[in-house]
């Protein structure tokens, strides 16, 4: 070992006290949520050890994935879905009443899972680049702070959306003097208790803080179309459609799109007493932003006019995480990454690399199937 790496930060250290990360491994696994954790399970039940064989890297300091860092009110009952990992159930690890907060329950299975099935993230450890290691003809994993390079044969790539939240651009945002923040940001409805709050998006975060900010202040929903709300039941033989639909759509190279662009918002009992109670009456979306507010769209009651806001809620949904594989090109000209494989969580340009938890695989039962799938295609291209 040199003199400069010696000197150098000291290397990060797994969960539980385990060893330091390693200078090489068959597979590097970024993420430490749904998707990683499902994948890091399969690769050890093919004979990787966790440490050794296959590194879990976790840019958070604790457990729980992105879920640790949503608003206290979601609770396990108002999620879509919580699917369990593999090999234990979340009854199994003691936890099941639908009424905890999701930002406490799902770190706190997490790391029952981590803890039982031994699987040894490193944390925290964020990856800011992947490239070619032409010399070792591996891929090296890079980290903005860190004590220099991991390099591994193979890369899954399980960093979900959380930290890219998407907001668009309207003229004058600048300038609004109120508060801006993103479903990324926001905490409770107390916070804009008699304000007048704009809440902007078509999807089911935006009904779930719409209602709860209406009980406390006067809101405005503003979407680009009108929203579609269904009676019809999520079947399994529906999902599969919906599935089938993003999946194309990758396997093209095109951006997968969102869950509400494939589907409608399920009419559940709450939001029926909130349309009924005239909260969910959607709003042509507003042509500009100014000092005070809004300026109203063609299609609202005064257009060009002027309609004053202390706040605008933007949620507009989140992109994927796929900045730190830039160097290897991988997007097509239109945005999205073309998949292959037999879940489509394969890059088609680098069968190395996988992505579980993009496109047809977004959801937690779909990263639990990406997670076998991506074990067994990986464990095959490296003849273990």
Do not use: K
């Amino acid at each position: 070992m040199s003199r400069a790496q010696q000197d150098g930060p000291p290397r990060p250290v797994a969960s539980g006290g385990a060893a330091p990360l390693p200078d090489a491994v068959r597979v590097a696994v970024i993420g430490a949520g749904q998707a990683g954790l499902s994948a890091a399970y399969h690769l050890q039940r093919r004979g990787l050890e966790s440490g050794r064989d296959f590194a879990l890297l976790d840019e958070n300091p604790a457990p729980g994935g992105a879920w640790q860092h949503r608003w206290p009110s979601l609770t396990l009952s108002n999620v879509n879905r919580i699917n369990d990992l593999p090999g234990l159930p979340m009854a199994q690890a003691g936890i099941a009443a639908d009424s905890i907060r999701a930002s406490a329950a799902v770190p706190a299975y997490y790391a029952a899972y981590e803890e039982r099935l031994g699987l040894r993230a490193h944390r925290p450890v964020s990856v800011d680049r992947v490239r070619e290691d032409a010399g070792a003809l591996r891929l090296e994993l890079r980290t903005p702070a860190g004590p220099g390079a991991l390099r591994a044969d193979a890369v899954v790539s399980a960093t979900g959306t959380w930290d890219r939240p998407y907001v668009p651009y309207y003229p004058g945002a600048a300038a609004f003097g109120g508060r801006q923040l993103h479903t990324h940001d926001y905490r409770s409805p107390g916070e804009f208790a008699g304000q007048r709050v704009a809440v902007v998006g078509g999807g089911i975060s935006a009904v779930q803080l719409l209602q709860e900010i209406a009980q406390v202040a006067e809101v405005a929903w503003f979407t680009r179309r009108p929203p579609e709300f269904t009676d019809r039941e999520f079947t399994p033989e529906l999902g599969h459609a919906v599935i089938a639909r993003v999946e194309e759509r990758v396997r093209r190279g095109e951006r997968p799109g969102s869950v509400v662009s494939n589907t409608a918002l399920p009419l559940t009992p709450g939001l029926r007493a909130a349309r009924a109670a005239g909260i969910l009456t959607a709003r042509p979306m507003f042509a500009a932003l100014t000092g005070a507010g809004v300026v109203q769209g063609p299609g609202d009651a005064r257009p060009g006019q002027t309609e004053a806001f202390d706040a605008i809620l933007w949620c507009t949904g989140f992109r994927f995480r796929l900045d730190h594989l830039a160097p290897l090109r991988q997007r097509e000209p239109g945005g999205g990454v073309r998949m292959d494989g037999r879940l489509a969580t394969r890059v088609a340009r680098d069968h190395r690399i996988h992505l579980p938890g993009y496109g047809p695989t977004a959801s937690t039962i779909g990263a639990n199937r990406a997670g076998r799938a991506v074990a067994r295609e990986l464990m095959e291209l490296l003849g273990a």
